[in-house]
C-alpha cells in the first residue's frame, strides 16, 4: 500500500513540474484563411453581426473600428444585428440599431460571430483575461452561396473589445486582398 502512494505521489508530482507554462500575450492571429484574393466586387459590404444579445457592445465598438477602416476605401458597408437572447438585459436591447438592411443591396455578406469563448482571472478587474474565436463567413448577396471563411484567434486583457481594432484591421485585409 506504501509502494501504491509513493508512486502516486511521485507521479503527480512529476507531472506538476512537466507541464510547461505558456505566457498569455495579448493580440489576434489568424488561425484559418479560407477566403480567396480574388473575392470578387468589393463595392458594396453588408456585415451581419450574430450572437447572443449581451455582445451589443463588442459588436457596436467592431462597428465604429470598421467604419474607420473602410472610410478611405470606396466600399460601401452597412451593418446587421441578429442578436437574440432567451432574457436580454433591458440596457442591452436599447443599444441594439433597430435599422435592417436588405441583404440584396450587397454584393457580399459578411457573417460575424464569436465561438469558444474562454476567461480566466475574473477575479482581477485589469488583468482579466479572454480567449475567443471571431467568426467570418463572407457569403455572395442574398443567396447565401458562402465565399469562404476565416477564423480569427483573439486574446485580449481587461475587456473582449480591446482588440477590436486589430480586428478591424484583419477583417479589412482579408476582405481587400
Not at 509513493?6 to 498569455?24: D, G, H, M, P, T
Not at 441583404?103 to 459578411?110: A, V
Not at 476565416?150 to 479589412?172: E, H, M, P, R, W
Request: charged share 25%.
Amino acid at each position: 500500500m506504501k509502494r501504491y502512494f509513493i508512486l502516486a505521489l511521485l507521479f503527480v508530482v512529476s507531472n506538476l513540474y512537466c507541464q510547461k507554462q505558456e505566457k498569455f500575450k495579448a493580440g489576434i492571429n489568424l488561425e484559418e484563411n479560407n477566403i480567396p484574393s480574388n473575392i470578387g466586387s468589393m463595392e458594396s459590404v453588408l456585415f451581419v453581426f450574430n450572437g447572443d444579445t449581451h455582445l451589443i457592445n463588442f459588436y457596436l465598438d467592431l462597428t465604429k473600428h470598421l467604419k474607420k477602416r473602410f472610410k478611405k476605401s470606396k466600399t460601401e458597408i452597412n451593418f446587421n444585428y441578429d442578436l437574440y437572447s432567451k432574457k436580454p438585459l433591458v440596457a442591452d436591447l436599447e443599444l441594439i440599431p433597430l435599422k435592417k438592411y436588405d441583404k440584396s443591396d450587397y454584393k457580399l455578406i459578411c457573417l460575424v460571430s464569436l465561438s469558444e469563448f474562454n476567461s480566466w482571472d475574473n477575479h482581477l478587474i485589469e488583468n482579466r483575461k479572454q480567449n475567443y474565436k471571431l467568426n467570418i463567413v463572407i457569403n455572395r448577396d442574398e443567396s447565401n452561396q458562402m465565399v469562404e471563411s476565416a477564423k480569427i484567434n483573439v486574446n485580449s486583457n481587461y475587456t473582449i473589445a480591446t482588440q477590436n481594432k486589430n480586428s478591424s484591421k484583419l477583417i479589412f485585409d482579408l476582405l481587400n486582398n
